[in-house]
């Protein structure tokens, strides 16, 4: 048997051992379309809680190691935790990246830390790290490691300024309530060719989101803009369901993201709200380019 799966390994097909079911895909024929079905199908009612602590090594040789952190202090996104592990395990699978997926703040300490390339903040709100936590991942950001924060990671839960200020250059303020939360809005690419696959963004990207809104554009403190908000395609009601009156940002609105910190690399999204948005290829694709930037340290910032 090893001898056959040693063949296997030799032609490009993977081979996944799960409740003694043996899986051969040839990946170049399938591509990451025909693994999400494959996947959806069999797999995903498998899936039905928030991994914690797992680790999923697909060769002994990864190109990319991955910390995927998910833990909740503040607002839960449940559900778009639960989807954006299991796209991107999917991507694990098809581009050979070690994935640990954790909800373990004692993971945030130096040694540990240096094992990733890159560290995902998947809707973790709230104050989940204590002071020596946050100063460990101060340190790894600063000195070449890599951050991917996804939507609920940049709202304003966190006691944390170096977090606001320093990493995202931005802070959550609100976005629109009750019938106006989740709307259609158009996005317009403003990304250059440092950023991993920018030419093959759509110029613009009509989809619903949650959008949010930032006390000031993180443009003006030195970020490389993915994905600009066209606030004139969405629709707002006077007053938010707190009574407080909504303001905008004007034509100065990102969604998308990146800043270099010190060594190392930060790219924010602010799209995930619900699950069904990372069923979107477009936008796990932009995803999966903002991992491949952030962790590689010869990227450009600008």
């Given at each position: 048997m090893e001898g056959f799966l040693n063949g296997l390994k030799k032609t490009n097909w993977m081979y996944e051992k799960s409740n003694h079911i043996f899986i051969i895909i040839p990946l170049r024929v399938f591509g990451?379309?025909?693994?999400?079905?494959?996947?959806?199908?069999?797999?995903?009612?498998?899936?039905n809680n928030i991994e914690e602590n797992i680790k999923l090594n697909y060769k002994e040789d990864k190109d990319l190691s991955v910390l995927v952190y998910s833990a909740i202090g503040d607002y839960s996104h449940t559900d778009a935790i639960k989807a954006f592990n299991g796209e991107v395990k999917k991507l694990g699978l098809i581009n050979n990246w070690g994935i640990q997926f954790s909800n373990d703040p004692r993971l945030f300490n130096t040694e540990d830390l240096k094992k990733f390339d890159v560290v995902i903040w998947n809707n973790s709100t709230g104050n989940t790290l204590n002071k020596s936590q946050m100063s460990s991942f101060e340190n790894y950001i600063e000195n070449g490691g890599g951050y991917v924060g996804i939507h609920g990671a940049g709202d304003n839960s966190k006691n944390w300024e170096w977090y606001y200020k320093v990493l995202l250059k931005a802070k959550f303020t609100h976005h629109p309530n009750g019938k106006y939360e989740f709307q259609n809005g158009t996005l317009e690419k403003k990304c250059n060719n440092s950023f991993t696959n920018c030419q093959r963004l759509p110029a613009t990207w009509e989809r619903e989101e949650e959008w949010y809104f930032f006390d000031e554009s993180p443009q003006r403190n030195g970020s490389s803009i993915i994905y600009n908000l066209d606030e004139k395609s969405l629709l707002f009601g006077d007053i938010n369901e707190d009574g407080i009156t909504i303001s905008k940002m004007g034509e100065d609105h990102p969604i998308v993201w990146t800043n270099c910190v010190g060594k190392g690399k930060a790219f924010y999204s602010a799209m995930g709200h619900k699950g069904k948005y990372f069923l979107e290829p477009l936008h796990m694709d932009l995803i999966k380019s903002g991992i491949i930037w952030a962790s590689d340290k010869s990227a450009k910032c600008n």
């Open positions: 990451y379309k025909g693994i999400s079905n494959i996947y959806n199908k069999f797999f995903k009612s498998r899936n």
